[in-house]
C-alpha cells in the first residue's frame, strides 16, 4: 500500500530537470513505500532513462504551452508559452497521476522557478516544497533584491558608480561587488522572461516555511544562518547527483573520452564546457581555441558540432593530429571531472558545473555568462580561492594562457587544488552516512511524505 503520492515538478529548461530528477530519485530511495510522480514536458522527460528508474517513481509529461503548428522561434519564447499554459498543464498531470496511482497527491515538490505551483498546491490543499536547484547565494541575492536597489541602485550606470566596493551591508555577500550581482537583478530588461521568473520567485517564497537548497552545509555558512533564520524547515541536501543510489554500469561514453584521458598523467588536462545555452561569438571563440593551443596543455574540450565549424581554420585537424586536444559534442562532464587526467575546468561556472568541479576536486577558470554565473566565479576565484577568472570577463589569447600558467605551473595552482580538496573532503562527509545532508534528507522526508 502507497503510504504517500508526492508530486515533483521540474522545469524543462537547461539542466534543472537532471537536478530536480537526481533528488527525486533520493527521495524515492528514502521513502521505498511512497509514490513519486514526476512531471515535466515530454521532451524534458525523453532525456531520462527508464532503465534503471526506481519502481515508486513514475515519469508524466505535461504540456509545453505549444500549439502545433506553431513552434517556439526562441529559447525564451518556449519557456513563456510553457509559463503561460503552466497552471492549467500542472493541474491536467496532477489529475493524471493520481487515476495512474489510484490516491491523490498529498505534497506537491517543485523547482523554485515554478512558482506557481503553490497556487495549485493551495488549491488542493496540499503542502508545497520548494527547491532551489541553483546557486543559494544567487536566491539570497534576489530575497534582498529591494535593498540592494535601494543602496546600489538601478542600472547599468549606477553598479559602475558603485564601483567595486563590497556590499558589506548584506553578510553573505559582503566579499562580492555589484558588478558580481546577476544581470536582470538591478540591471537589465526586468521583462526578460529568466528575470521576471527569478522576481517572481523571490517574492513568493516567503509564503513557504520549507526551503530545498542544492548545496551542503557549511560550505557557506552565513547563508546557512540566514536561511535558518528565515525558514522554519532549512534542507541543504546536496550536492543532488551524489544523493543517488549507487549505478554499477559504466557511464556512457560515445567519444572515447574516458579512455583518451587515459593516456595523459594526472592533472595536466584542461576540460572545457561552457554549458547548453550560453555561447560564444565567432571572435570569442577563436581568442579561446588559440589560447589552448598556444597554452601549450592538452584538453578535452565538449563543443555542440554546429560550434565546432566556427573555429580557425585547420585547428581541429592540427589538435587531432599532434594529440594535444580533443574536440566532442558531448562528454559524460561527471566521470571527465573525477578523471586524474584533469587539472583544470573552463566553465561558465553553473551551479552544477561548480559543484561537479568541487566534487572531482579540479580548480576552475571562469567565464561566466548570465543568472548565478557572476557571484558563483567570485566565489570560486575570490571567496574560496579554488580557481581563477578572466580578466574582464572575457576569453583572449593572452587571458587563457595567463590562467592556464597560473593553474598548472605556479604555486597559486597547488594552493588552489590543496583548497578544492578540502571543499571535497566536506562534500563527500555531507553525502556520506550519518552526513549532515543524508541526515537533513531525511528529515525533509518526514515533511514530503508526512511521517
Request: aromatic share 8%; glycine share 6%.
Amino acid at each position: 500500500m502507497t503510504q504517500s503520492h508526492v508530486a515533483i515538478v521540474a522545469f524543462p529548461f537547461t539542466s534543472h530537470a537532471g537536478s530536480l530528477f537526481s533528488l527525486a530519485r533520493a527521495m524515492a530511495a528514502v521513502a521505498p513505500s511512497s509514490h513519486f510522480s514526476f512531471l515535466s514536458t515530454k521532451r524534458s522527460l525523453s532525456s531520462f532513462s527508464t532503465q534503471h528508474l526506481l519502481p515508486n517513481i513514475s515519469l508524466l509529461p505535461i504540456s509545453d504551452g505549444i500549439t502545433p503548428p506553431h513552434v517556439a522561434s526562441t529559447h525564451f519564447e518556449a519557456i513563456e508559452l510553457f509559463l503561460k499554459s503552466f497552471k492549467e498543464s500542472l493541474r491536467d498531470g496532477l489529475k493524471a497521476a493520481e487515476l495512474a496511482e489510484g490516491c491523490q497527491v498529498r505534497c506537491i515538490v517543485s523547482d523554485l522557478f515554478l512558482w506557481l505551483a503553490a497556487d495549485v498546491a493551495d488549491e488542493m490543499a496540499v503542502k508545497w516544497v520548494p527547491v532551489r536547484t541553483g546557486s543559494p547565494l544567487d536566491l539570497y541575492a534576489r530575497l534582498n533584491a529591494d535593498l540592494i536597489k535601494e543602496i546600489v541602485g538601478v542600472g547599468d550606470e549606477a553598479v559602475r558608480s558603485y564601483g567595486d566596493k563590497l556590499l558589506r551591508f548584506l553578510p553573505c555577500l559582503s566579499n562580492h561587488r555589484a558588478t558580481d550581482l546577476p544581470y536582470g537583478l538591478n540591471t537589465g530588461d526586468p521583462n526578460l522572461v529568466y528575470h521576471v521568473i527569478c522576481d517572481r520567485m523571490a517574492r513568493k517564497l516567503p509564503d513557504s516555511d520549507v526551503l530545498v537548497t542544492n548545496t551542503i552545509q557549511g560550505l557557506e555558512p552565513n547563508l546557512d544562518s540566514y536561511f535558518k533564520q528565515n525558514f522554519t524547515n532549512y534542507f541543504p541536501v546536496g550536492p543532488f547527483h551524489l544523493l543517488n543510489p549507487s549505478q554499477k554500469e559504466p557511464p556512457t561514453d560515445s567519444y572515447n573520452c574516458l579512455s583518451w584521458l587515459d593516456r595523459h598523467q594526472p592533472a595536466t588536462v584542461a576540460y572545457v564546457s561552457l554549458g547548453t545555452i550560453a555561447f560564444l561569438d565567432p571572435s570569442e571563440l577563436t581568442s579561446l581555441a588559440n589560447g589552448l593551443e598556444a597554452s601549450g596543455v592538452p584538453f578535452l574540450w565538449s563543443l555542440k558540432e554546429e560550434t565546432q565549424s566556427l573555429l580557425p581554420s585547420g585547428f581541429i585537424d592540427r589538435m587531432n593530429e599532434t594529440g594535444k586536444g580533443k574536440i566532442v559534442p558531448w562528454t559524460p562532464q561527471t566521470s571527465v571531472l573525477k578523471h586524474s587526467a584533469v587539472g583544470a575546468f573552463i566553465s561558465h561556472c553553473g551551479w552544477n558545473s561548480v559543484l561537479e568541479s568541487i566534487v572531482g576536486g579540479v580548480p576552475l577558470v571562469c567565464r561566466p555568462f548570465f543568472g548565478d554565473q557572476t557571484l558563483n566565479t567570485r566565489s570560486v576565484s575570490y571567496v574560496w580561492k579554488v580557481g581563477v577568472a578572466m580578466d574582464g570577463g572575457v576569453f583572449t589569447e593572452k587571458n587563457v594562457v595567463r590562467a592556464f600558467d597560473a593553474v598548472f605551473k605556479r604555486e597559486e595552482g597547488k594552493k588552489m587544488k590543496n583548497k578544492m580538496n578540502e571543499l571535497k573532503d566536506m562534500v563527500i562527509a555531507a553525502v556520506g552516512e550519518n552526513g549532515s545532508s543524508r541526515e537533513n534528507l531525511k528529515r525533509l522526508m518526514k515533511i514530503v511524505c508526512g511521517s
